[in-house]
């Protein structure tokens, strides 16, 4: 069975509850073709509100980051329970701006894939390498390792659960995208990595966005290769004519 594409519009600490409803509001109305599923991640704040504009259309909500805990005294913190009761269906976890901005590790990120699966969010699970990482041809074992330490625990049955992001840091926010060739290789590497792990069934299963500078130009050819199911999108998503005409690349 094929893959359905999924994209999803990480609006980062970008909008204001006015331009997010608005986006929405645009995202929403220009989403009718079923064959690709999408999502939109705004920030924390404007979560209920945009998933209020969304309810009853074909776009899905995603939050950002989570903390891992129930609840509890952790102050400026928001708990996956917090997320689904206010209408989120994913989470995205481990983005790079997280791992190398705020230090976050692959331990920490694992104990906030368990918190969002046992809460009933689906993950977005971020992976790359950094371009000095890429230049010492080290991007697999990076890879590797990013993946097992994060997915460390899990089963075959995650495979519905998840999505794996590749997004190398060299292409985030930068403009320069890897090539259809480039992406595909990492990708069939990562479905390589789900085969061993798991089994052929749940590899063929898995669904592999890529990420990184992915515009309404390049998004059809980087989505025709055979590994890449649909696109995690940043800067390109905060305009409703460039995430829309990303979505018609992936149909
Ligand atoms: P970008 O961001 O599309 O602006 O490069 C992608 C991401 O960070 O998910």
């Known amino acids: ?23 929405a509001r645009a995202v929403a109305a220009g989403v009718t073709d079923d064959r690709v599923r999408v999502a939109v991640a705004p920030p924390y704040p404007y979560l209920a509100l945009i998933a209020e504009c969304l309810a009853g259309s074909r776009v899905g909500v995603a939050a950002q980051n989570l903390y891992p805990a129930h609840e509890g005294a952790f102050t400026g913190e928001v708990s996956p329970e917090m997320l689904k009761d206010v209408g989120c269906k994913y989470v995205i976890l481990g983005h790079s701006e997280r791992r190398h901005g705020l230090g976050e590790r692959n331990e920490f990120i694992n104990l906030k894939v368990r918190a969002a699966i046992d809460a009933g969010l689906d993950v977005i699970l971020c992976v790359g390498e950094t371009l000095e990482e890429r230049e010492k041809d080290h991007t697999q074992q990076i890879i590797w390792r990013q993946l097992y330490d994060a997915l460390a625990g899990f089963d075959r049955a995650l495979v519905h659960r998840l999505t794996i992001a590749y997004e190398p840091v060299w292409a985030i926010g930068t403009g320069r995208t890897a090539t259809p060739d480039q992406a595909q290789e990492v990708h069939a590497y990562i479905r390589g990595l789900a085969r061993k792990a798991w089994d052929e069934q749940s590899a063929a299963a898995l669904t592999i966005q890529y990420g990184g500078s992915v515009k309404a130009e390049n998004a059809r050819e980087l989505m025709s290769q055979p590994d890449i199911d649909g696109a995690l999108v940043g800067g390109a998503s905060l305009k409703p004519e460039s995430f829309l005409a990303i979505v018609a690349g992936a149909a």
């Open 1 to 23: 069975m094929a893959r359905q594409k999924f994209v999803a519009g990480n609006w980062k600490m970008f909008t204001s509850a006015a331009s997010g409803r608005a986006l």
